[in-house]
């Protein structure tokens, strides 16, 4: 599957927010996810492919430390998609 044909869904993000970690190893999948992060606007989405299971807990993880928000995660063709929404929840939390 290409790039395009694996984000070409309705609520998908665009190509540019994938991070593909596919075949990455822990720490790798989360560092590559930081460095997208880094320069991204809040409120921006971004999907992570990873075929590492760590990135299940990892991902969520960075999140939480991070102040962002874990959207979802769903099994694809062969990797998990993680889709994180930058900037930390909707509402603040009292």
């Known amino acids: 599957m290409s790039g395009d044909d694996a984000v070409n ?4 993000v665009s190509a540019e927010d994938v991070v593909d970690a596919r ?3 822990c720490p ?13 606007a809040p409120g ?14 990892d991902v969520p993880a960075w999140c ?11 099994d694809c063709d062969g990797h998990t998609a993680y889709r994180v929404r ?3 929840p909707a509402t603040p939390v009292s």
């Open 9 to 12: 869904r309705d609520d998908a």
């Open 23 to 25: 075949g990455l190893r």
């Open 28 to 40: 790798l999948p989360v560092i590559r996810l930081a460095q997208r992060a880094r320069d991204a």
């Open 44 to 57: 921006t989405e971004l999907e992570v492919w990873s075929t590492d299971p760590a990135a299940a807990t």
């Open 64 to 74: 939480r430390m991070r102040g962002h928000t874990f959207v979802e995660a769903r």
């Open 86 to 88: 930058l900037g930390g």
